[in-house]
């Protein structure tokens, strides 16, 4: 679960990470707690997995969605909403940002470091030990650093959403817990939860975990 003593939660990774579920999952989580959830799609890189296509489940729930004007909706250019800005330093609002994947997707999060910087903000690494290059420690920890420094921002958390969609086992999320806790212990960075498919909501974990409901039917999650 994102830590609400935050107000604005950033979420980065790299492709296949699954951000943008965990994204959609923790703005109506939110919601349940808080009467103000806004979540901005700043995914200016995958055409693919985006907030922006799931806009009427998110509204409905009274969820206010930022992203590029309507007719740019579906369209893969760099727009950042100029409401991001306001909705990040709004005090009424939990705010949740959904970058894009990987050093490209991080670049748009570190333009707007003015913004973030007058908010209390937390950023939150999600880890897929699943996807390529990010299955030893020390390339995990290569990204981190990476995407930090885009960012322009520390990272807070990591969030473990080790899974192979619905091939995913209690073996495969067990294994990717163990790998992320040694990249906790040789960074300092705490795991902040572990992502678990409603299918296996009863299995014991060593983090907190979040049930993930899937929105998104693709092959591979942004």
Known sequence: MLDTKYKCHVIIGMFGSGKTEIALNSALYLKEKYENVAIADIDVISPYFRTRDEIDILEKRGIKVITPPRQFIH??????????????????????????????????VGSLKNFLDQAKTATYFVVNTKRPFMN??????YYIERLSAKTRRRVDYLISNTNLQNETTEDIILKGEKLLYEVSLNTGIPISFTVVPESLKNIKTQFP??????????????
Do not use: H, S
């Not at 975990?209 to 942004?222: A, G, H, N, P, W």
């Open 75 to 108: 369209a893969d250019l760099p727009i950042i909403p100029p409401a991001v800005g306001g909705y990040i330093t709004n005090p009424e609002y939990q705010t949740i940002i959904d970058a894009g994947g990987n050093e490209d997707g991080a670049t748009v």
């Open 136 to 141: 030893t420690v020390d390339d995990i920890i």
């Open 209 to 222: 975990k979040f049930i993930l409901k899937r929105f998104l039917d693709k092959v591979y999650q942004l």
